[in-house]
């Protein structure tokens, strides 16, 4: 192999690693032509100076709300401009920034009226409120369509107001990596006997990542979450979230978990009251 290509390219794990995204993701963007990643001699995936400027094209262009078949008809015989490219990512950083710096102007007046002993006035209140339902609602756009299928207003405002609290030393890029570990772990160990030793450690394993939901959920959340990956090949394909698991690990995790029960074992985290 040209030593230059083993230089400017970086192999599919490392891809994960460095941007977040998830193996399935990728492979998924392949299927659907949008990336072709090099091959080397063994099959693997390799991600070149292209492959990556075309998986940030599509990180762009995803979140100013294209679809991936939209993005296909952009991509077909034409290369894309990425000064433009990076300009428009820049462009909603600056709107991104400027959300925020309203924000903190907004607190900061708040602050120093409260100081100076004033009471804060409805304009501002109303001001306050508006900021933080910004905030509150800042749910991937890819979940948001999912979620609200599933859970009412209020669970998804109890969901949002739990993740503030957590979200200060909360690293959603790693605890998303361990998902897809965890996930493809499960996925290549099947099939295996629910009972056995293996299956559950990865029942503990599941419940373990688990833990920051399981321990702000009521029964009804959780029954709703249970409903919501039961369905989860009705919202699985383009521009679905990717939990970093497929319909076959679900469903075998939901008899390991079961055998555990039957055996009179107990679930970690979980909340039944």
């Known amino acids: 192999m040209h030593k230059a290509y083993m230089t400017d390219s970086l192999p599919i794990n490392e891809v994960v690693r460095r941007t977040g995204l998830t193996s399935r993701t990728l492979r998924f963007y392949e ?3 949008l ?75 708040a ?11 409805p304009a501002t209140f109303c001001a306050l409120i508006e900021s933080g339902q910004r905030m509150t609602n800042q749910e991937p756009r890819e979940w948001q369509a999912i979620t609200d299928r599933y859970f009412s207003p209020e669970e998804k405002a109890k969901w949002a107001r739990a993740w503030q609290v957590i979200g200060a030393d909360f690293d959603a890029r790693s605890y998303d990596a361990q998902w897809q570990s965890l996930g493809d772990r499960i996925k290549a160990a099947i099939p295996m006997e629910p ?25 009804d959340m959780w029954q709703s979450s249970i409903k919501m990956f039961d369905e989860m090949d009705q919202w699985t394909g383009e521009g679905a979230p990717d939990p970093g698991f497929d319909k076959l690990v679900w469903d075998f995790m939901k008899r390991a978990t079961t055998a555990r029960i039957m055996r009179g074992g107990t679930l970690p985290w979980v909340r039944t009251t």
């Open 111 to 121: 602050m120093s009226r409260l100081d100076d002993g004033e009471r804060i006035d």
């Open 35 to 109: 990336v072709a990643p090099l091959r080397t001699a063994s099959g693997r995936r390799i991600f070149g100076a292209h492959e990556l400027s075309r998986l940030h094209q599509i990180a762009v262009l995803k979140s100013a709300g294209l679809s991936l078949s939209q993005m296909q008809r952009l991509f077909a015989g034409h290369s894309v401009d990425m000064s433009a490219m990076l300009t428009a990512q820049l462009k909603m950083l600056d709107e991104e920034a400027a959300q925020i710096n309203s924000a903190r102007q907004i607190i900061r007046f």
């Open 195 to 219: 009972e056995s030793e293996r299956a559950q450690g990865f029942v503990d394993e599941w419940f373990e990542l688990l833990k920051p939901f399981s321990a702000v959920s009521t029964p």
């Open 31 to 33: 299927t659907k032509g």
